[in-house]
């Protein structure tokens, strides 16, 4: 889908990340950026600045590994989200646990989407033996799982939602997650849920973000790269809605619900508030009954 005004789309290197279009793992996925015929650049050594951001539309973090974000990094990155930017944030299964990085400080705290320390797994259906390739045959109502009817996810972790994020990825009802045990290295099967969700998007200000939890799928890996079946869709569907000016009416509704969650934080904070009153008067009236008793 082409805009008449070319995106900015700025690829983090500076922490390890393993998503580098450069790296002939990646090709592929580099043809595709190139047919959405938008401005490609990296961020190689620098530290995550507001300079560094300055005229860039779109920033791809892409499984970053034993590097951590520092405070002001992500305080740059927050804002650079709230006031019109977009964010892809990649992690791979393990998680931040495995990774050896942070990238839960930014999606967890800011945005309520938490990366899982687990790998999500389901039966292969022609031997019965549990795998780690994954396939999506079920998709939300969204602009980037549009026309979807099969995408394959290789190593995968799980995220937890806990705010309003839509689930674009999902695992199917015959899966399950094994959580990393860093204290055995190895996996532990975990009680299983109703759902594993393997990728997740929301409008934060007037920003968006997408989080996914698999790095392979950008790869030319034969069994579960870009290649197979509708995963290049699924990619080239996820930078067109990236790419793309939020809606004015998103924003506000945004804004809506942070409104509607800060008063039922005042409320709740009335209430205790209240409550610390009461229990002083309480304690007041008894002091003074001992003393009178005296």
């Known amino acids: 889908m082409p805009y008449s005004k070319k995106k900015k789309i700025l690829f983090d290197l500076a922490h390890n990340e393993m998503l580098n279009f450069s790296e002939a793992e990646y090709s592929e996925f580099l043809s595709l950026l190139d047919t959405l015929n938008q401005d490609l650049v990296k961020n190689e050594s620098s530290d995550i600045t507001k300079k560094v951001l300055r005229e860039i539309d779109v920033l791809v973090i892409g499984n970053p590994i034993?590097?951590?974000?520092?405070?002001?990094?992500?305080?740059?990155?927050?804002?650079?989200?709230?006031?019109?930017?977009?964010?892809?944030?990649?992690?791979?299964?393990?998680?931040?646990?495995?990774?050896?990085?942070?990238?839960?400080?930014?999606?967890?705290?800011?945005?309520?989407?938490?990366?899982?320390?687990?790998?999500?797994?389901?039966?292969?259906?022609?031997?019965?033996?549990?795998?780690?390739?994954?396939?999506?045959?079920?998709?939300?109502?969204?602009?980037?799982?549009?026309?979807?009817?099969?995408?394959?996810?290789?190593?995968?972790?799980?995220?937890?939602?806990?705010?309003?994020?839509?689930?674009?990825?999902?695992?199917?009802?015959?899966?399950?997650?094994?959580?990393?045990?860093?204290?055995?290295n190895d996996w532990d099967r975990e009680v299983k849920k109703t759902t594993y969700t393997v990728s997740a998007c929301t409008i934060f200000g007037k920003g968006k973000v997408v989080a996914l939890g698999d790095i392979d799928i950008f790869s030319k890996d034969p069994n579960f790269g870009i290649n197979k079946l509708e995963n290049r869709k699924f990619i080239t569907n996820l930078f067109n809605w990236l790419i793309k000016p939020n809606e004015e009416s998103d924003t506000i509704d945004w804004a809506l619900e942070k409104i509607s969650s800060l008063e039922d934080e005042i409320l709740k904070n009335n209430k205790k508030i209240n409550n610390l009153i009461e229990t002083i008067t309480f304690l007041e009236k008894r002091i003074s009954k001992l003393e009178e008793n005296k």
């Open 66 to 184: 034993n590097d951590f974000f520092s405070t002001k990094e992500i305080v740059n990155i927050i804002n650079f989200v709230k006031h019109g930017g977009s964010l892809l944030l990649i992690s791979e299964y393990g998680g931040d646990a495995l990774q050896k990085t942070n990238i839960n400080d930014i999606s967890g705290k800011y945005f309520n989407i938490f990366f899982e320390k687990n790998i999500l797994k389901e039966r292969d259906p022609s031997d019965n033996n549990s795998s780690n390739i994954i396939k999506i045959t079920s998709f939300s109502d969204h602009e980037i799982t549009t026309q979807l009817r099969e995408v394959v996810i290789g190593g995968s972790c799980s995220l937890l939602i806990k705010g309003n994020a839509t689930i674009l990825l999902s695992l199917n009802d015959n899966g399950w997650a094994e959580k990393y045990n860093s204290s055995i």
